[in-house]
């Protein structure tokens, strides 16, 4: 297995192959080396791992005979060659596959819980079936798991059952089910989700054997590395080079109020790698903060409860929205969470969100790009899983623009992710896609760093440059 992996993950040297149906032998491959990295991480030896196929726990090609004919014979091969026997009951250790994903379904189950489009007939209640099963402790209220769609060899996570209004629509865009198998793989290797033996603990939530750290040193280290690559376009491009820089980040953005933020934080650690830099504007409009407009919210330092970080700030305060009731009343929506969703004034700009670190699904580095103005009207913006920023992704059909409620704070962001539940895109990728606009011209630069207003956000919904302003589908 550790032999081949590489032969098998995602890449450019070894991409998506063409197959009729799944690529059953790839994804074969990334299950097992799921469960085998899982079942090592925790301690446990490979020999007492039951590796019986999925077929073989289930008797067999005498007693799947009825099973088999409604499976494309490509998700046949695959569940003869995917292990399942560690998810037997009654199991020596409890395991789950994967934090999202307790195990794959059994025969029963694979066509109990998929929802169908509207334009589903009865004839056509093969196609989908629920591959595995979602991880029923994270909190949906009626868990649904991995849908693979068997005619295309495609698939999307669903949390819950409702996920489905939005992956049915008809526009959203499913993907090959190697590549969220490869995605599962990646969390592994970049320590966001760790196997722990019963030993643990710490603050995460387990599931047999899973956490979910709020960050890791490689999110660390990408994002000081996005955050430098930034500076250091914008300082090649000025017209006379800069003095080198003295003061952290740090200390401009708390205030000089170190206790502001707990030294673990990924905030702090963060902002203590970075230098300040020597020129005011870090994107269009947006230059480093100096005042923290929810730390008072936050009462005090409390490594268990953060407040909304405000690292790039605009000169102009943040559009609120609303949204308008089914009885006509207008309420209104906040990008953060509770109990930082009351606070009405504040300023544009480009916020770390995450305030529960110790909840089951924690990204402390997931940010918001907050307007002062909303995007969306014109039917170009875009978020990463390719619906327009506005449309009401739970409305089934081809015209999504029929009905858009342009937004302030979806620019960046996923959309549906098909991979685990929902969070704000992680900071990096931000930071990454800033210095790829300056780099390539498409920001102009001058004495005082990024030139134009915050105005220059209104590109990101014309037809000329939306893509310029959509990030790359992530987990």
């Not at 900071?427 to 630069?445: D, F, T």
């Amino acid at each position: 297995m550790h032999m081949n992996i590489m032969e098998q993950r995602i890449s450019d040297e070894t991409p998506l192959r063409e197959s009729d149906g799944l690529d059953h032998e790839r994804c074969a491959a990334l299950h097992n080396h799921i469960v085998e990295s899982g079942w090592t991480q925790r301690g446990l030896a490979l020999d007492i791992l039951d590796k019986r196929t999925w077929w073989e726990c289930y008797g067999g090609n005498a007693a799947l005979a009825s099973t088999t004919g409604r499976l494309n014979v490509s998700v046949v091969s695959f569940l003869k060659a995917a292990w399942h026997g560690f998810a037997m009951d009654p199991a020596p250790k409890s395991h789950l596959f994967h934090r999202y994903l307790a195990r794959l379904c059994s025969p029963d189950e694979l066509w109990e819980n998929a929802n169908y489009a509207d334009d589903e007939d009865d004839s056509n209640n093969r196609r989908y079936i629920t591959l595995y099963m979602a991880n029923w402790a994270l909190g949906a209220t009626h868990p649904l798991g991995l849908v693979l769609d068997q005619d295309e060899g495609t698939a999307m996570h669903h949390m819950a059952m409702r996920d489905t209004e939005i992956t049915m629509n008809g526009r959203q865009m499913w993907l090959p089910l190697e590549m969220i198998l490869d995605g599962f793989v990646d969390m592994i290797d970049q320590g966001k989700i760790l196997a722990v033996d019963e030993s643990y603990g710490g603050e995460q939530e387990r599931t047999d054997p899973w956490i979910m750290p709020s960050y890791t040193e490689l999110d660390l280290d990408d994002t000081v590395q996005a955050f430098e690559q930034l500076v250091d376009a914008i300082h090649m491009r000025m017209p006379s080079p800069p003095q080198s820089a003295e003061q952290s980040l740090l200390e401009v953005v708390i205030g000089g109020n170190p206790d502001m933020l707990p030294a673990n934080t990924f905030a702090h650690r963060f902002l203590a790698r970075c230098s300040r830099p020597n020129f005011t504007h870090i994107a269009p409009g947006l230059s480093i903060t100096q005042h923290q407009p929810f730390a008072l919210a936050s009462g005090q330092a409390d490594t268990t409860k953060l407040f909304p970080l405000l690292l790039f700030s605009s000169t102009s305060p943040a559009h609120l929205e609303t949204q308008r009731t089914p009885w006509g009343e207008e309420i209104r929506i906040s990008p953060f969470a509770r109990p930082f969703d009351t606070n009405s004034s504040y300023p544009a700009g480009l916020y770390l969100t995450e305030t529960q670190p110790h909840d089951p699904h924690p990204f402390e580095d997931g940010s918001a790009l907050i307007l002062p103005f909303t995007l969306g009207s014109n039917a170009y913006a875009r978020t990463s899983d390719g619906a327009l920023i506005g449309e009401h992704v739970r409305r089934a059909g081809e015209d999504a623009s029929a009905e858009l409620e342009s937004k302030s704070a979806e620019l960046y962001q996923l959309g549906f992710n098909h991979f685990i539940a929902a969070h704000d895109v992680q900071l990096r990728y931000v930071l990454w896609k800033w210095a790829e606009m300056v780099e390539e011209g498409k920001w102009e630069v001058d004495e005082r760093g990024v030139v134009d207003g915050v105005e220059k956000w209104r590109e990101a919904d014309t037809e000329a440059s939306w893509a310029d302003y959509q990030l790359l589908m992530s987990w």
